[in-house]
T-cell receptor, first 114, second 113 residues
Framework: DSGVTQTPKHLITATGQRVTLRCSPR?????VYWYQQSLDQGLQFLIQ???????AKGNILERFSAQQFPDLHSELNLSSLELGDSALYFC?????????????FGPGTRLLVL | AQSVTQLDSHVSVSEGTPVLLRCNYS??????LFWYVQHPNKGLQLLLK??????LVKGINGFEAEFKKSETSFHLTKPSAHMSDAAEYFC???????????FGTGTRLTIIP
């Protein structure tokens, strides 16, 4: 157990809908990262937050957004969902959010868009 | 730019025999390299990390990896495979100035009883 929690574990929804994925980092970690794992794209970095501020952006679609709250938990919002958004979404956390720091991953949220 | 190439998408070994999972990396700067493991329907667990302190890195569950700069490789090995090692393994790179991790495509390890 990494200490990173994610809810829900599974999510089934329809195209066009909007969902919110939640992540709580390890105690003491200030940085949160979101990754998407799909069969065709593999594991891809989406976005990073550090202490409430966006720090780095990866291959995140405009339909997707995220934020990190004062208590350091983070939410990933996915809107206008398409079939291709079906994937496993991971959250990771690290203490300082700096380069080359070890990131600890949560168990993931499996999203199925029908 | 940073990238990793995992040379085998699938490796099968018999229980009790050695494991070798191959990874080559590309990085403009001194990289940190990681191996993560993903068991079925589970999250990603850190196996080991290289940070330039020593080229041979020991990880959990008997795994180790050797950083070879001349070959730009970071292969993962284990002397004797166990049934519980069956999983997907990811080689990961992070370079100076880049907070994100870049993952390889993964190697699925199957253990034959």
């Amino acid at each position: 157990d990494s200490g990173v929690t994610q809810t829900p574990k599974h999510l089934i929804t329809a195209t066009g809908q909007r969902v919110t994925l939640r992540c709580s980092p390890r105690s003491g970690d200030l940085s949160v990262y979101w990754y998407q794992q799909s069969l065709d794209q593999g594991l891809q970095f989406l976005i990073q937050y550090y202490n409430g501020e966006e720090r780095a952006k990866g291959n995140i679609l405009e339909r997707f957004s995220a934020q990190q709250f004062p208590d350091l938990h983070s939410e990933l919002n996915l809107s206008s969902l398409e079939l291709g958004d079906s994937a496993l979404y991971f959250c990771a956390s690290s203490p300082r959010g700096i380069d080359q720091e070890t990131q600890y991953f949560g168990p993931g949220t499996r999203l199925l868009v029908l | 730019a940073q990238s990793v190439t995992q040379l085998d998408s699938h490796v099968s070994v018999s229980e009790g025999t050695p494991v070798l999972l191959r990874c080559n990396y590309s990085s403009s700067y001194s990289p940190s390299l990681f191996w993560y493991v993903q068991h079925p329907n589970k999250g990603l667990q850190l196996l080991l990390k290289y940070t330039s302190a020593a080229t041979l890195v020991k990880g959990i569950n008997g795994f180790e990896a050797e950083f070879k700069k001349s070959e730009t490789s970071f292969h993962l090995t284990k002397p004797s495979a166990h049934m519980s090692d069956a999983a997907e393994y990811f080689c990961v790179v992070s370079e100076v100035g880049n907070e994100k991790l870049t993952f390889g495509t993964g190697t699925r390890l199957t253990i034959i009883p």
